[in-house]
Nanobody, 115 residues
Framework: QVQLVESGGGLVQPGGSLRLSCAAS????????MGWYRQAPGKEREFVAG???????NYADSLKGRFTISRDYAKKMVYLQMNSLKPEDTAVYYC?????????WGQGTQVTVSS
């Protein structure tokens, strides 16, 4: 059973930065793609950033330039660097991975942007 565990969330002031981490229970090269979604209170879950197995990245249009997805094969980790955070970035952030018809999700990590 694939496990994804997020960490790195917390409370940050507007304009600040956070780096989220996602630890996979197996080699991240085994997935077609990995990525991040988020869900704010009262809103639907939305796409944040993704990376394919060959390293192609894509981002939600509204987040381009502020968020960066990266990975470390050896550590089986995927990261989301978030800069210039805004109150509207407040949400639970989820790591996800896809392999064939299957998708896997972590439990989420809370990010709160507030002064």
């Amino acid at each position: 059973q694939v496990q994804l565990v997020e960490s790195g969330g917390g409370l940050v002031q507007p304009g600040g930065s956070l780096r989220l981490s996602c630890a996979a229970s197996e080699s991240i090269l085994s997935f077609n793609a990995m990525g991040w979604y988020r869900q704010a209170p009262g809103k639907e879950r939305e796409f944040v950033a993704g990376m394919t197995s060959v390293g192609t990245t894509n981002y939600a249009d509204s987040l381009k330039g502020r968020f960066t997805i990266s990975r470390d094969y050896a550590k089986k980790m995927v990261y989301l660097q978030m800069n210039s955070l805004k109150p509207e970035d407040t949400a639970v952030y989820y790591c996800t991975a896809g392999r064939g018809p299957s998708s896997y999700w972590g439990q989420g990590t809370q990010v709160t942007v507030s002064s």
